[in-house]
């Protein structure tokens, strides 16, 4: 059962899936499934320098992201993907790092939603 916390903090996204608790949850089930694959593949690119790979993993995982949050780490995460496909590896890695943090909470949130579906 969703608390009434994550009501507040996801209520863009249960506005996006038209209040629909139980979608929303099988929803965070699968993303906190594959985003951490992810999110650990586009890191590793990103340290290899494959800046076309990190654009269209980046890419990917703005995708999952969207799905809860549409402002903070999913802006960020754009950026990302605009720097890579700019060639901007430093400015890449930068974001990155500014946005670690936030992308991990927000998983670590997501991953908790999952959770209370079970």
């Known amino acids: 059962m969703i608390t009434t916390e994550q009501k507040h903090r996801f209520s863009g996204a249960l506005q996006r899936v038209a209040g629909d608790t139980e979608l929303l949850v099988s929803i965070a089930a699968l993303v906190s499934e594959d985003a951490p694959q992810v999110y650990a593949e586009l890191k590793t690119q990103l340290g290899d320098g494959d800046l076309a790979g990190v654009a ?26 605009h720097a890579a496909r700019e060639g901007k590896q430093r400015e890449a890695e930068e974001t990155l790092r500014h946005c670690d943090r936030d992308i991990t909470n927000l998983l670590a949130d997501v991953k908790q939603l999952a959770a209370s579906g079970e």
């Open 56 to 81: 269209m993993t980046g890419h990917q995982l703005k995708g999952m992201l969207s799905t809860f949050e549409t402002d903070g780490p999913t802006i960020m995460v754009q950026q990302l993907i």
